[in-house]
C-alpha cells in the first residue's frame, strides 16, 4: 500500500489515493510533504532520466517504472550575447512537451493503483502525453479535447491507441463533459490538473535545472502559466530541495499569461481570488485556460517567491516565435509567447542574474 498521502486544501484533512476519487469533500487534493533526499553520489550514477531522483519521487524503490526515457533535457544559453538567460529543452521529450514528466509520473501511479481504463481532458499535449504513457501501461485511455485542437496533436492521440472524444466549444466545457463521463463510468480520471501525482513528475524540472547548474538554484524562471502544471511543479520541486538543504533561496517565479486570456494575471494584478474570464482567442492555445481550478495557489507559490505574473502581448508572439526559429529552436506558440513575455519584462532583471526557460513544446505539432 502506499504511504503518500493526499490532503484537501481547505480542512487539511488526509486522503489515501484512490482511484475512484479525484476531488476531496472540499476544496482540491495537494500532496502531503513525505521526507526528501538528494544523494548525488547514487543520483549521478544513475540513468540521466527524471527517475534519477528516486528518494524525492512518491515511488517504491524496485517498483518497475513505465519510462519512455523522459527527463534530463539539456540546459544551454540561448544566445551567446547573453550567457545568464537558458533555455530547458523539455520540447525534445518522448511525445514533445514537458507533460510526459506529468504524465510519466501519473501513470506510473495509476498502474500501481490498478487503473484498467483513464479519463484525461486537455487542450493537446497532457492528451498526447497520457496516450502515450497509457500504451506504455497497457491502460486502456480516452482522451476528450476542443474540437478546434490542432490537427497533429489529435492524430499523435489516435495514434496511441486513445479512443477521441471532441467536444465542441472552450477548453472548460471540455473538462465539464469529461468529469461527467468519469462520474457516470467510474474510471479513473487521470487529470493533470487535479491529480497531485501529476505535479510530482513535473517537479523533475527543478531537480534537473539544480543539478545542471551544479547544484544551486538559478535566480529567475519565466514560466508559462494556464493550468499551472509546470509552474507548480517548479514551486514543489525547488521547495524539496530547499527543504532538504540542497538550496538556501527559492528561484523567483515569473509566470506568464496571454493578453487575451489572462484569469491570474488579473487576480494578481487586484490581488482578488481568481475568477472565469472569457478566452478571446490567442495563438498561445497552451496558456488559453479561462478558469484555471489552481488559480489562487498559483498566486500563492508566486508571491512566495517575491515572483509575479505578466502578460504575452498576442501581437508579439508570431515574431517571438520566428526569432527563437532563426536561434535554430523550433517550438509551438506557448512557448513563443513566454519569449515575447520575457524580452518585454527583461529590462526589470540584472544582467548578472541567471534566468531559465523552458522551452515547452515542439514547433512539429502545430
Ligand atoms: C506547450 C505548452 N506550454 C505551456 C503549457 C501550460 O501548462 P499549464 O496549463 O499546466 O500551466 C501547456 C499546456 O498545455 C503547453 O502545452
Redesign the pocket.
Same mark, same amino acid.
Given at each position: 500500500m502506499s504511504s503518500y498521502n493526499f490532503y484537501d486544501s481547505i480542512s487539511r484533512e488526509k486522503y489515501t489515493p484512490d482511484v475512484n476519487q479525484w476531488k476531496p469533500k472540499v476544496g482540491l487534493f495537494n500532496m502531503e510533504p513525505y521526507p526528501v533526499d538528494f544523494p548525488m553520489e547514487n543520483i549521478i550514477k544513475r540513468q540521466a532520466s527524471m527517475w534519477r531522483y528516486e528518494e524525492a519521487l512518491p515511488i517504491h524503490k524496485k517498483e518497475p517504472t513505465i519510462s519512455l526515457g523522459e527527463g534530463m533535457t539539456p540546459l544551454i544559453v540561448l544566445d551567446d550575447k547573453n550567457p545568464h538567460f537558458l533555455v530547458k529543452m523539455d520540447y525534445l521529450m518522448p511525445t514533445g =512537451?514537458?507533460?510526459d514528466r506529468g504524465a510519466a509520473m501519473l501513470m506510473a501511479k495509476a498502474k500501481e493503483m490498478g487503473a484498467q481504463s483513464v479519463i484525461a481532458d =486537455? =487542450?493537446?499535449?497532457?492528451g498526447t502525453s497520457i496516450a502515450a504513457y497509457c500504451a506504455r501501461a497497457n491502460i486502456e485511455c480516452h482522451v476528450y479535447t476542443p474540437s478546434s485542437t490542432s490537427e497533429k496533436k489529435l492524430a499523435q492521440i489516435k495514434a496511441h491507441g486513445a479512443q477521441l472524444h471532441l467536444i465542441p466549444g472552450t477548453r472548460e466545457q471540455t473538462a465539464v463533459a469529461a468529469k461527467e463521463a468519469v462520474e457516470k463510468e467510474g474510471i479513473f480520471y487521470a487529470s493533470?490538473v487535479y491529480n497531485p501525482y501529476f505535479y510530482e513528475g513535473t517537479k523533475t524540472f527543478a531537480f534537473e535545472i539544480w543539478e545542471q547548474l551544479h547544484y544551486t538554484a538559478p535566480d529567475t524562471l519565466i514560466l508559462?502559466?494556464?493550468? &499551472?502544471?509546470?509552474?507548480l511543479g517548479a514551486y514543489i520541486g525547488f521547495n524539496d530541495l530547499k527543504r532538504a538543504g540542497a538550496i538556501q533561496k527559492m528561484p523567483k517565479i515569473i509566470g506568464v499569461q496571454s493578453e487575451h486570456c489572462a484569469p491570474i494575471e488579473k487576480a494578481y494584478r487586484e490581488n482578488i481570488s481568481v475568477s472565469s474570464v472569457d478566452n478571446k482567442g490567442t495563438k498561445a492555445e497552451?496558456?488559453a485556460?479561462g478558469y484555471p481550478p489552481r488559480g489562487d495557489q498559483i498566486i500563492e507559490a508566486v508571491k512566495h517567491t517575491n515572483g509575479t505574473i505578466i502578460i504575452a502581448p498576442e501581437n508579439q508572439i508570431e515574431t517571438a516565435g520566428k526569432d527563437l526559429a532563426n536561434k535554430g529552436f523550433y517550438v509551438?506558440p506557448?512557448?513563443a509567447a513566454t519569449y515575447a513575455a520575457y524580452r518585454n519584462y527583461e529590462q526589470n532583471i540584472a544582467k548578472t542574474e541567471t534566468v531559465v526557460m523552458p522551452l515547452? &513544446?515542439s514547433g512539429l505539432k502545430k
Open positions: =512537451s514537458f507533460k =486537455s =487542450s493537446g499535449n497532457a493533470h508559462p502559466v494556464g493550468n &499551472g502544471t509546470l509552474l497552451g496558456i485556460i509551438e506557448t512557448t515547452c &513544446g
